[in-house]
């Protein structure tokens, strides 16, 4: 009994184990991709966004932060279709957003600093730098069918998720719930 209870817990360390570094070398991976497309000046700036374009969807959790951001009755007040125009246009916000606050001219780094677990989301805590000034930024991250999603960024104790949930919560009760006037407004960036 003492000798399966030892293997057993051998197991959950390894397993632990193999799980860190996994979602260590994507974080290390991602990371350093999204500095190469931030720093890459020589690119022409369209062929640029189809870069953060992409890593924003291969990256991002989008449905569920796009869906997370409305409240429950908006989501059953609309039809498929207009749903989906505002997840296809909640993607482009996303990367429009990232896109115009990456700044080309900066040659920085991300630095992994630890990464914690709770309830199944990791914690990924980094710095950002670049040679002059550095900003603490946390990733929530999850496994999402077998890859690694983004759900959050927490860039300097401001949640991304919190503050466009406000932003987006204040146009809606604006707007009696219109989730068109929504899109129209994400539209506008």
Do not use: C, P
Request: glycine fraction near 2%; charged fraction near 30%.
């Amino acid at each position: 009994m003492f000798r399966i209870s030892i293997l057993v817990l051998l197991f959950f360390i390894n397993s632990s184990l193999a799980e860190d570094i996994e979602i260590t070398n994507w974080f290390n991976e991602e990371s350093k991709e999204f500095l190469e497309i931030m720093n890459n000046a020589n690119v022409e700036k369209h062929q640029n966004y189809e870069k953060y374009k992409n890593f924003v969807e291969t990256n991002f959790a989008l449905k569920s932060i796009a869906f997370g951001l409305l409240n429950e009755k908006v989501i059953k007040k609309n039809d498929k279709e207009t749903l989906l125009r505002y997840e296809d246009t909640f993607k482009a916000y996303l990367t429009k957003t990232i896109y115009n606050l990456a700044n080309t001219s900066t040659s920085g780094e991300i630095i992994l600093k630890d990464i914690d677990v709770k309830d199944g989301v990791y914690i990924i805590n980094s710095d950002i730098s670049d040679k002059t000034s550095s900003v603490s930024l946390y990733w929530k991250v999850a496994k999402i069918k077998d890859s690694y999603k983004i759900l959050d960024i927490i860039v300097e104790n401001t949640s991304y998720f919190v503050t466009k949930k406000s932003e987006f919560t204040k146009i809606l009760r604006k707007n009696r719930g219109s989730l068109d006037i929504l899109i129209k407004e994400l539209e506008k960036i």
